[in-house]
């Protein structure tokens, strides 16, 4: 993040750690991006609040993951491909906006308690899992 904050030095970086809930949520609802964890863990419930609120979420997802997701709308980054992402969405606004709209859609769609559960059954009952 550090290129990144010197080729756009008008940009502030925020790090949401060790604050309370509903202050991280205060925090969250006021940028213009956000970054979720980066590494095998893929998508947090961070970035689905972040997306609930319009906000396009960069974060790894593994590609077995990705298949398992299928069409979603995560700005899919690595510690190789980050500061290219971040730099395609910081300079242009209306793929912000547009993928802030789709990830809203997507998390009332996909995350709402019955449309999570009834993949992830199915996906478990193929595994013979249940």
Avoid at 4 to 16: G, Q
Avoid at 25 to 37: E, R
Avoid at 89 to 118: C, D, F
Wanted: charged share 25%; aromatic share 8%; hydrophobic share 40%.
């Amino acid at each position: 993040l550090n290129s990144i904050s010197k080729k756009y030095p008008n940009i502030k970086i925020i790090l949401i750690e060790n604050v309370p809930y509903r202050e991280s949520l205060i925090m969250k609802s006021q940028l213009d991006i956000f970054i979720d964890q980066l590494g095998e863990l893929g998508y947090g419930i961070s970035s689905l609040e972040a997306m609930a609120m319009g906000i396009p979420a960069v974060c790894e997802i593994l590609d077995d993951f990705d298949k398992f997701l299928g069409e979603h709308p995560f700005v899919v980054a690595d510690r190789d491909t980050l500061e290219n992402k971040l730099s395609a969405l910081i300079e242009n606004e209306s793929m912000r906006i547009e993928y802030g709209q789709m990830g809203k859609n997507w998390v009332r769609k996909v995350h709402n308690p019955l449309n999570a559960i009834t993949p992830l059954l199915e996906a478990y009952r193929e595994a013979g899992w249940i």
